[in-house]
């Protein structure tokens, strides 16, 4: 059944080209109706899978001649994942609803992203999962250099290439890790198992860790995220920001940290001051973290605080992923789910409520709208979501970051410290944007905008209600997310990881 | 030596047999009793006829296998050749439909006459394991393809095109029979088996070396491998479309299968390696510097292009690269990626010259620019335009991205350490990588560029939409389901026992 989430995404992108010239209505009902119905099938699932393990959902020989299988199947990781592209996907329709231009061809983009996103977080065979993962950069490219604003083309290009290059990585070490172990299957399982020499692990995990990673949004490697997030369309950038992001995150934990355990092991000798590539990537998030927060205090365009914003807390993900105790592994699969959800709902806020109304993204020029009193609720969403990105209580960014800090602390002291600072920074930048942007005194008279500003639609409201409420119920009951997430986590599949530098 | 049975070769030969009559056929009926119609009446005729000809062949192919060895290794049957013949058959008829719509030529029966002839060249060729056999059909082939490149008559590009083919491939034709006759001499044989035997020995004969030299450069011309391209390009841009499509597609099938015959058989001895930094003497480091080569002058050059044409020109550049790598690996795994990878690459390259035909027609010129808005006049023909480029490129659920993947895994998995040949993958990979920029760009002029102001109605011919979207289709399904493809080609080899 879960299967179908794929299917019936693929099947409303191309029921969206069949539809009739100039039927925007139409359109935008279909794209609603398939990412409900998809969302639907992904919280079914949900509520019905309560041990979190490693469950088949398909299989069938793809191309038995080099023992591919189209196997599906989904843990407790994948369907926490399926369930926020689920509601990701509805949230981003209903923020979508102002697009006019090319509304079905926008739509079809849209699903297909959406379907190619649940097939890779379902995806049991690499091969399979390589297949989605590419698939996502096509629609992706399309729905910013389409409909995208600033620089579109440029980011559009960027972030395509910059996707390319990444899993141009990890098909390498996949053809290379098939072909070790004989090239007789590309199951997941089997290749986890599989006793690839510590050199081979050595050189290939950080070659498919940093393919992954590229979509993640590791420093250095991040910069086709500013970029991409600002000239996307709102929904793209809610998607961008929201699964594709995720994608990379999810493909380092089940791709390369699975495959390739021993390569997270010691070296055996230091380079200044690193003894193995946990320690290189750690400290390379830890910079993302301080590094994106310090970037999003000085910027003057809106939508780059949230793009860097952005960057920041996916390296509370990629340090998670590398404190690999159990505490910072859940810790940063819930924080998959939580930035997922704020981050849509910052972008939600900047690009549609606020950019689609004003045309304008410099705070300087926002401030003198006196915001919080024209558009009152896009003001209180920001501020909801600005203290829900810092971190504060009862918000799922609170649970995820401390979860995360606290496996820091038992893996890597001292970067825990540079973390805190972080989260100050954290504090500053979005207090700064919020200020600037929607509760500046200024001294002069306000100046009205030329045009009053349309309210705040219905589907806008309830976009917003769908991604605070899920964030508040994360925030207060983590259990409904860990209950599935832990014993995915202790599942055979993650065996090789706990024997070899599980602490 | 037994005598000759000319009955057993007149049935061996006989797909061939059948292309050629139905060549004569084609030709008479031209000149007999439409020299006075309409020239799209006379392509539309003798392009269904030549099709029906090659349907038949395939029919004759089909319905009555054989496996035999003539003379030698001069006529070759077995389930694999035949393949590799139906596949050839297949993309002339392909071809031959996108001519059916043209009108650059008044000498519509000559046309379809070399088109068939240049067919029966590849059959042959394909179809032999002895110099003699290879040489002649090669040259048929060549003679065929240079007078086909010149047939716009009206256009100058087409003869500077024809010119450049021309004295460029004599001076390789040259090169190539250079090193047939020093194998030869030093082997009595023209049997490729029997000098593979004669080439055996530990140090490298220095005629052997030349003879692999001048062999490689003879073949690397037929395949557009660098840097004996120069005159992919202004072949590509200038020769007209059905020719281009022809050159491009079946010809490349034709090439690549016997570079790998010559060189996976005949030089069995005289192997080397191309393990990074160790190349050692023999004929597989001088193909590794080759793909190299063409893999990063093909992409990094079409970056700058400006006409679709030459774009494709320099991608098929790219393309020769990667393909070389299964030569370099010469396993019949990789024979079989091979295979699986110039099909489905000629599929989609013949799609792509099948739109830029239509779009040329309309608006005068390939540039990049023509295609401007694309997807707004011509949806059927844009979006299956992207299929072609996006298979092109790698991206999956298409076809090429299969073969990349299949095509690479059996390069890594040819030497016993998977680290001989790994410099090659990744250089591969990482510059598919980099040609995701120029296949973007044509998608972006299509579908985010606007159409040009001034922009005309645009007529897609409903024969070509059926074509393009046929082709289309099959390189989703042979991307979805490769095993289509896949398990002909590896039954086929296993059955030829290569």
């Not at chain 1, 690499?126 to 604003?149: C, H, M, Q, T």
């Not at chain 2, 299968?257 to 191309?274: D, E, L, N, R």
Request: glycine share 8%.
């Amino acid at each position: 059944m879960l299967a179908w989430t794929i299917y019936i995404s693929f099947l409303g992108a191309a029921a969206m080209l069949l539809l009739p010239k100039g039927s925007a209505a139409l359109a935008r009902a279909l794209a609603l109706l398939t990412a409900v119905a998809g969302f639907v099938i992904a919280l079914t699932a949900f509520v019905d899978h309560r041990t979190g393990e490693m469950l088949t959902i398909a299989r069938v020989p793809w191309i038995p001649s080099l023992g591919i299988e189209y196997h599906l199947a989904a843990d407790g990781i994948s369907l926490t994942l399926v369930l926020l592209t689920g509601i990701i996907a509805v949230t981003g329709v209903l923020f979508s609803w102002n697009i006019e231009d090319r509304t079905k061809e926008f739509f079809a983009f849209y699903l297909l992203l959406i379907g190619a996103v649940y097939g890779v977080f379902l995806s049991y065979d690499l091969f399979l999962l390589f297949v989605f993962y590419e698939i996502v950069i096509i629609p992706k490219y399309f729905l910013i250099a389409i409909w995208g604003s600033t620089r579109r083309e440029y980011g559009a290009m960027k972030l395509a290439l910059y996707s390319f290059i990444g899993s141009a990585m990890v098909l390498i070490g996949l053809i290379a890790a098939y072909v070790v172990a004989g090239a007789k299957t590309t199951a997941l399982g089997d290749l986890a198992h599989y006793p690839f020499s510590t050199h081979f692990q050595m050189l290939a995990f950080p070659l498919v860790f940093v393919g992954f990673a590229v979509l993640a949004g590791l420093w250095p490697l991040h910069t086709w995220a500013p970029t991409g997030h600002v000239a996307a369309p709102t929904a793209a950038s809610m998607l961008l920001a929201g699964v594709v992001m995720k994608l990379g995150a999810y493909g380092c934990l089940r791709v390369a940290m699975t495959l390739f355990p021993l390569g997270l092991g010691q070296w055996g000798f230091h380079v200044l001051g690193f003894g193995s590539w946990r320690d290189v990537f750690a400290v390379l998030a830890v910079i993302g973290i301080v590094y994106g927060a310090m970037v999003a205090l000085v910027q003057r365009d809106f939508k780059f605080v949230i793009g860097y914003s952005s960057v920041s807390h996916m390296g509370f993900i990629l340090l998670g992923l590398m404190t690999l105790n159990q505490i910072g592994l859940s810790g940063a699969v819930v924080q998959m789910v939580s930035h997922g959800l704020l981050a849509g709902l910052l972008f939600a806020v900047v690009g549609r409520m606020v950019y689609a109304r004003t045309h304008t993204r410099e705070l300087s020029a926002l401030g003198p709208m006196n915001l919080n009193k024209v558009i009152p609720f896009a003001a209180a969403t920001f501020v909801i979501a600005a203290a829900a990105s810092m971190g504060m209580p009862p918000f799922s960014g609170f649970v995820a970051e401390l979860m995360i800090l606290i496996g820091a602390w038992h893996a890597f002291p001292a970067l825990a410290l540079c973390v805190g600072i972080g989260i100050v920074i954290g504090v500053v930048y979005i207090w700064r944007a919020m200020q600037k942007a929607f509760f500046s005194e200024s001294s002069k008279a306000p100046t009205p905008p030329e045009h009053p500003l349309p309210p705040i639609s219905f589907p806008e409201r309830l976009g917003a209600i769908i991604l605070i409420g899920s964030s508040v119920l994360v925030g207060i009951y983590p259990q409904v997310l860990l209950n599935i997430v832990v014993p995915a986590l202790k599942s055979p599949l993650f065996e090789g990881l706990r024997n070899g530098s599980w602490q | 030596m037994n005598p000759i049975n000319y009955a057993q070769l007149f049935q061996l030969a006989l797909p061939q047999v059948i292309v050629v009559v139905t060549a004569l056929i084609v030709m008479a009926i031209d000149l007999l009793f439409l020299r006075n119609r309409a020239t799209r009446t006379r392509f539309a005729v003798a392009a269904g006829l030549a099709s029906f000809g090659c349907a038949a062949a395939i029919a004759r192919i089909l319905l009555a296998p054989a496996q035999a060895n003539i003379l030698d290794g001069t006529l070759i049957a077995n389930p694999l050749i035949y393949l590799v013949q139906i596949a050839l058959l297949a993309l002339t008829v392909f071809a031959l439909l996108i001519a059916a719509e043209s009108t650059f030529t008044d000498n519509v029966g000559e046309f379809v006459l070399l088109i068939l002839l240049a067919t029966a060249g590849m059959m042959f060729l394909v179809g032999s394991q002895d110099l003699l056999v290879i040489f002649i059909s090669l040259e048929l082939l060549s003679l065929s393809l240079y007078t086909l490149a010149a047939f716009n008559k009206r256009s100058l590009q087409s003869w500077e095109a024809a010119i450049k083919y021309y004295l460029f491939g004599g001076m390789s034709a040259a090169f190539l029979l250079f090193g047939f006759s020093l194998l030869y001499g030093f082997s009595n044989s023209t049997s490729l088996p029997v000098i593979a035997a004669a080439s055996h020995g530990p140090a490298l004969n220095p005629f052997l070396a030349i003879a692999i030299v001048t062999t490689a450069i003879g073949l690397g011309f037929k395949v557009a491998a660098a840097p004996f391209h120069f005159w992919a390009p202004d072949v590509y841009q200038g020769a007209p479309a059905p020719t281009a499509a022809f050159i491009a597609s079946g010809s490349k099938i034709a090439s690549f299968f016997i570079f790998f015959q010559i060189m996976a058989i005949g030089f069995a001895g005289a192997g080397g390696t191309a393990a990074f930094p160790q190349l050692l003497r023999g004929w597989i480091p001088v193909l590794a510097l080759m793909t190299a080569a063409s893999m990063l002058l093909g992409n990094l050059v079409a970056i700058r292009q400006t006409s679709l044409r030459r774009l494709l020109a320099y991608s098929a550049i790219a393309h020769a690269g990667y393909m070389l790598l299964a030569i370099v690996a010469h396993t019949q795994q990789s024979l079989a990626a091979l295979l699986y990878y110039v099909i489905t690459y000629a599929l989609a390259t013949l799609g792509a010259f099948a739109v830029i035909s239509v779009v040329e027609t309309q608006k005068g010129s390939d540039r990049l620019s023509h295609f401007d808005g694309l997807s707004r006049q011509a949806p059927v023909l844009s979006f299956c335009l992207a299929i072609f480029i996006l298979s092109l490129a790698g991206i999956p659920p298409l076809a090429g991205f299969f073969g990349k993947f299949y095509l690479f895994a059996t390069v890594l998995a040819s030497t016993p350490r998977a680290a001989d040949l790994l410099w090659l993958v990744v250089l591969a990979i990482a510059m598919s990588a980099v040609s995701l920029y120029y296949y973007l760009r044509v998608l972006k002029a299509m579908y985010v560029t606007p159409p040009a102001a001034d922009a005309k109605d645009f007529r897609s011919p409903i024969l070509s939409q059926v074509l393009v979207a046929v082709l289309a289709a099959a390189v989703i399904l042979l991307g979805c389901a490769p095993e289509l493809l896949l398990k002909p080609i590896l039954a086929a080899i296993q059955a030829s026992g290569l």
